[in-house]
């Protein structure tokens, strides 16, 4: 099992969740995030007064568990759907995982993604 | 005189008219007879009636409005510029004074700004609001009940206090707040609202004081008092812990924005209301209000713009806000042309002070209650001394009963003077009074919370509660 983490630009959520669930993957958690790479944001301004831990920006992460054969189709899919080729496109994460347990039932493993 | 012409008498020309102008005189007799005094007297009564019952609706509206500005307006306004962790606390420096002056000033703070006392102070002649009801005074206003001026400055006791929430946001104890307020209402507000309103006192327009100082609705006694003792405070308490190293950003200018625009809205009850009748005067003061906030908003956007390169939403909004502070004391002096000009120069000078002299002198005023009510009441209160006209609204007379000018482009250059007592006397008042409170209230209960709750934030350490829950 891998679990793949993927940070987006909020504008891209929709393409990507349509490419995962043209590809079967119906598992999926979604989270707002703050954050930057190498480009920074742009300072913030209050009553006259400069905000500029406003480096900051607006982001989302993906979180899903994946069985590992399809783990490459799902990046390329997600590659495709979020990349406009601009700094601030993302990057996505990969790890493995060691167990999975559905809550309703108390199945694990890959039956259980 | 008779004639006949076939079966009916006809009568000559002459006695035709005769027998007319005797009906007439018949006839208006009979009417004369059918109005007697007493009729004439409930007619007048029913139209002074109806007058007063205009007068009472709009002022109880306006009462309605200026408690809107506290809650929510003003409560939201300060709430969305502090920190998520404490955006309960701030709304319940505000919503305590709905409660808490409410309970004194019916007890006693009316009656020591209003009752007829000395040149400083009331008295306790309506102590429990005692001959508080339906008769109107008419030394304060004679078409409306005496308690509907009762309920109405009411509401003004309530926001002034809250407005100096502002400079001690997010470090002040509840309990010290909530005392140390109580009694500033008593020992500042009332005797300020007495001196520029109350009979007798020292600074009265309307009601022949020492010092005549033109305040229409409260510049010197709302918004200097406030401002400066918020500015005290603010040294006193000391700064927020990391301040101003970390920034700390308003977690919601939408809520700020939303209680603007009420802050707005709810100064027609303010300032309008001030007329203490639905006339001409209530209009006037409309106007001007409107105009002072519209062209302040466009002159601290404008600075803002120019200096910092961009117009925001909180900087319209703190404009609008500088320019209604502004035009208090002068929203029935001044005309719309008079109103505009002072907007545009409040929302500049406000915007410096909160923009530039805050950052120089390096104090702690949170939400700027110093910045924009003490400069731009002072501001205002000395703008009402030069804009202020007698073709608006006549205020002095000379010793022939010919009236004279109001302010300096009216003539009357000795007015500033008297203007410029007001705001010393405000800001004295307020800055001693201030002192003298806040030491006592520390000394007893204490007022500043511990750094520990300062970092876990008022919410929880204060109330007990979280202002956004996650679920």
């Known amino acids: ?113 | 005189m008779f004639t006949l012409q076939g079966n009916f008498p006809s009568l000559s020309r002459g006695a035709r008219w005769s027998c007319l102008l005797l009906l007439l005189f018949f006839g208006l007799t009979l009417c004369a007879q059918t109005v007697s005094p007493q009729q004439l007297a409930d007619l007048q009564k029913q139209v002074t009636d109806a007058r007063s019952n205009a007068d009472n609706a709009w002022m109880l509206v306006s009462a309605a409005l200026v408690l809107m500005m506290t809650g929510p307006g003003l409560a939201l306004f300060y709430g969305g510029l502090v920190r998520k962790k404490n955006v309960l606390s701030t709304m319940m420096q505000s919503f305590a004074m709905m409660a808490v002056v409410t309970v004194i000033w019916a007890v006693v703070g009316f009656s020591l700004a209003f009752g007829a006392g000395n040149s400083f102070i009331g008295n306790f002649q309506h102590l429990f609001l005692h001959g508080v009801g339906a008769a109107p005074d008419p030394d304060y206003a004679a078409t409306i009940p005496l308690q509907t001026f009762m309920v109405y400055q009411l509401m003004f006791a309530i926001i002034t206090p809250a407005l100096i929430s502002g400079a001690f946001a997010e470090r002040m104890k509840f309990s010290g707040m909530v005392v140390f307020l109580s009694l500033w209402s008593l020992v500042v507000y009332s005797p300020m609202a007495h001196m520029v309103w109350g009979k007798g006192g020292l600074l009265n327009a309307s009601l022949g004081g020492r010092f005549p100082c033109l305040d229409f609705a409260g510049g010197t006694v709302v918004h200097v008092t406030s401002g400066v003792s918020a500015l005290v405070c603010a040294l006193y308490l000391g700064k927020r812990k990391n301040y101003p190293t970390e920034i700390f950003r308003p977690h919601s200018v939408v809520l700020s924005f939303v209680g603007a625009c009420m802050l707005w809205v709810g100064w027609f009850g303010f300032n309008a209301g001030s007329a203490l009748s639905a006339g001409s005067l209530a209009t006037s003061a409309f106007v001007a209000t409107h105009f002072a906030a519209a062209a302040a908003a466009l002159s601290w956007m404008a600075a803002e713009w120019i200096l910092k390169g961009y117009p925001s939403a909180l900087g319209g909004i703190s404009g609008a806000v500088a320019g209604l502070v502004a035009i208090t004391p002068a929203a029935g002096f001044v005309g719309p042309m008079s109103a505009l000009l002072i907007g545009l120069i409040a929302g500049v000078v406000c915007y410096l002070m909160v923009a530039k002299v805050k950052a120089w002198f390096g104090y702690d005023d949170s939400l700027d209650a110093f910045g924009v009510h003490g400069a731009g009441g002072t501001l205002g209160a000395v703008l009402t001394g030069v804009f202020a006209s007698r073709y608006v609204n006549p205020m002095f007379k000379d010793a022939q009963g010919n009236v004279t000018g109001s302010g300096l482009f009216d003539g009357n250059a000795h007015q500033l003077l008297n203007q410029a007592t007001g705001v010393v006397i405000a800001w004295g008042l307020a800055a001693v009074g201030t002192l003298v409170l806040l030491k006592v209230v520390d000394l007893t209960i204490g007022l500043r919370v511990t750094e520990e709750h300062e970092v876990q934030g008022l919410d929880l350490t204060q109330h007990g509660e979280e202002g956004y829950s996650m679920e």
């Open chain 1, 1 to 113: 099992m891998t679990k793949l983490e993927a940070v987006i630009q909020p504008s891209t959520l929709d393409a990507v969740k349509q490419a995962l669930l043209e590809m079967g993957i119906e598992g999926l958690t979604v989270l707002e995030a703050r954050g930057h790479g190498r480009q920074k944001g742009r300072p913030e301004l209050y009553r006259g007064r400069e905000y500029s831990p406003g480096l900051l920006l607006p982001k989302i992460k993906l979180e899903i568990v994946l069985r590992d054969e399809v783990v490459d189709d799902v990046v390329k899919a997600i590659v495709s759907a979020a990349q406009t080729g601009k700094i601030g496109d993302g990057k996505i994460f990969l790890s493995h995982m060691d167990e999975t347990v559905r809550i309703r039932n108390e199945e694990r493993g890959s039956e259980a993604l």
